[in-house]
Nanobody
Framework: QVQFVESGGGLVQPGGSLRLSCVAS????????LGWYRQAPGKERERVAT?????????MYTEAVKGRFTISRDNTKNTVYLQMNTRKLEDAAVYYC???????WGQGTQVSVSS
């Protein structure tokens, strides 16, 4: 099975930006749908951004992040990205990338927002 390794998390002030990266251990070219998920303390994991096959022209976002986050994929690098702009306090969570439906989960990357 393919494994995903997320990176790029950290502490940022509200309104700031952050770019998350996720490298797969195998080819993502044959994975039609990929997504970024997040899990905040005491809450269930939720998928916040979804990207379709190929160049990723199809994308979908939850209302909470629509207009602020952008998902993209580079199949030549087996990498998925999440550009996070205009960060809000409620964006603090552990972020994971995975296919849809997901393989076993990786470690994720912690994103924190300072007040």
């Amino acid at each position: 099975q393919v494994q995903f390794v997320e990176s790029g998390g950290g502490l940022v002030q509200p309104g700031g930006s952050l770019r998350l990266s996720c490298v797969a251990s195998g080819s993502i070219g044959n994975m039609p749908i990929l997504g970024w998920y997040r899990q905040a303390p005491g809450k269930e994991r939720e998928r916040v951004a979804t990207i379709g096959p190929g160049s990723g022209a199809f994308t979908m976002y939850t209302e909470a992040v629509k207009g602020r986050f952008t998902i993209s994929r580079d199949n030549t690098k087996n990498t998925v990205y999440l550009q996070m702009n205009t960060r809000k306090l409620e964006d603090a969570a552990v972020y994971y990338c995975n296919r849809v439906p997901p393989y076993p989960w990786g470690q994720g990357t912690q994103v924190s927002v300072s007040s």
